[in-house]
């Protein structure tokens, strides 16, 4: 979207991020979304352009207006910049609403794979997905806490185990989207 650095967006733009939304986003949703985007712009931290957003200023922006902590901004950052330039674009911005919305299983699952699969494989192990886990009690302060961590690793490894159905020890995609679609809960879970 080549206007997000102007104060107002046109009704082609609205029109198009509607049409590209498949009409789950209305004309209020998308112009929220710009006003939240210029937000974010005037926090700038000296990097990017006018037209994207950097780690660096989405983090700035999710841990100073929304309470977001650093690793969980982070990751919604990996999450928004669907073409992996590095930068979050205004549509890719605008388009993160839908995920926000109920996303399908498939899109649930896309997100997990975004999140928990730090080597790139296709495939999340339980390693990973422990790694997560512990960096989000690290966050809250609660890692030295040994039963937490405790607690932690248990659940993650019913849960994990749960959703490997053919026990080879890694999660696929498919396999999230078969759970998601038993269990549509476990989106609270992952």
């Not at 998308?30 to 660096?56: N, V």
């Not at 996303?103 to 896309?110: D, I, L």
């Not at 994990?160 to 995609?173: E, H, M, W, Y």
């Not at 498919?174 to 609270?188: F, H, Y």
Request: glycine share 6%; proline share 2%; aromatic share 6%.
């Amino acid at each position: 979207m080549g206007n997000s650095s102007q104060s107002k967006l046109s009704e082609a733009e609205v029109k198009q991020l509607k049409q590209k939304s498949e009409g789950k986003l209305s004309e209020e949703d998308i112009k929220q979304a710009f006003e939240q985007w210029r937000k974010a712009k005037k926090i700038k931290s000296g990097k990017g352009t006018d037209k994207s957003l950097t780690l660096e200023e989405f983090v700035e922006y999710l841990t100073k207006t929304k309470n977001v902590e650093r690793l969980d901004a982070e990751n919604a950052f990996k999450i928004f910049d669907t073409d992996g330039s590095g930068t979050i674009e205004f549509d890719e911005f605008v388009m993160s609403l839908l995920l926000k919305n109920s996303p399908t299983p498939e899109q649930f699952a896309g997100i997990c794979m975004t999140i928990y699969d730090e080597d790139g494989d296709g495939f999340i192990t339980v390693t990973e997905m422990k790694k997560m886990g512990h960096a989000k009690l690290k966050a809250s302060g609660e890692f030295n806490n040994k039963k937490k961590v405790e607690e932690m690793d248990q659940t993650i490894e019913h849960l994990f185990a749960s959703i490997d159905k053919n026990k080879d020890g890694r999660i696929t995609r498919d396999e999230i989207v078969q759970a998601i679609k038993l269990r549509p809960e476990l989106q609270t879970l992952l």
